[in-house]
């Protein structure tokens, strides 16, 4: 079934611990997203990449990284989790504008203590 | 900065009821989305709206957009507890049509 996966699908990690969550998608789009969706505010964009290769910031970029060394995969890296990380993340693809409608992976819980 | 404002926050309704659930924009957004979320689930999508006019609709669920007014709707029609859910809308701005800037949602729950 084509789409986006993500994982893992939970995760309890102690702070100051480093850490991927993983994204990869077969429709291949080329504009790949990650969010963080907290209670009360919605979803919030990390970073974002446009093609392979080129990455951007988004609204919340500290204390995360991205890298985007093929069209399929957008991994996202907590280099020292702190708790106010403690969110849903989910990814995201889509084509180039104008076709730009964003399909969402189903997310990762994530939880620092 | 695009910002979008969505209300209400909270819509409780009755089945066969109708309602509206607005969404303001702050600056020229060049497409409005419609998202749904289910409890503890993705997000999945409803409308694209590409243009000043635009109206879609799909089952008992109707996007309209008025980017004079920077404005869109999404309007309920007769509701059944299966449109029970999260409801968020989401621009683009101007010049970062790859990027999206959320609603804080509306959260939606038909009792019978």
């Known amino acids: 079934i084509a789409g986006i996966t993500q994982a893992p699908t939970s995760q309890i990690l102690a702070a100051g611990r480093r850490m991927t969550l993983r994204c990869t998608q077969d429709m291949r789009h080329n504009a790949m997203y990650w969010y963080r969706q907290d209670l009360g505010l919605g979803l919030r964009l990390i970073h974002y990449s446009n093609t392979a290769g080129t990455t951007g910031k988004g609204e919340v970029p500290d204390g995360y990284s991205v890298s985007r060394a093929n069209t399929d995969d957008f991994p996202l890296t907590l280099a020292s989790a702190v708790p106010s990380q403690t969110s849903v993340y989910f990814c995201?693809?889509?084509?180039?504008?104008?076709?730009?409608?964003?399909?969402f992976g189903p997310g990762t819980r994530l939880t620092v203590l | 900065e695009l910002k979008v404002e969505q209300n209400p926050l909270f819509l409780s309704m009755q089945e066969g009821k109708n309602y509206t659930i607005y969404c303001n924009y702050s600056t020229t957004s060049d497409r409005l989305y419609w998202y749904r979320q289910d409890p503890g689930k993705s997000l999945e999508s409803l409308f694209v709206l590409l243009s000043n006019g635009a109206v879609k609709q799909e089952g008992r669920l109707m996007a309209s957009l008025d980017t004079k007014a920077r404005l869109s709707t999404l309007h309920i029609t007769a509701a059944v507890h299966d449109l029970s859910a999260t409801y968020f809308c989401?621009?683009?701005?101007?010049?970062?049509?790859?990027?999206?800037?959320f609603g804080t949602g509306t959260r939606l729950q038909v009792t019978l």
């Open positions: 995201a693809s889509s084509d180039l504008p104008p076709h730009n409608e964003q399909f």
């Open positions: 989401a621009g683009t701005g101007t010049g970062t049509a790859s990027k999206l800037t």
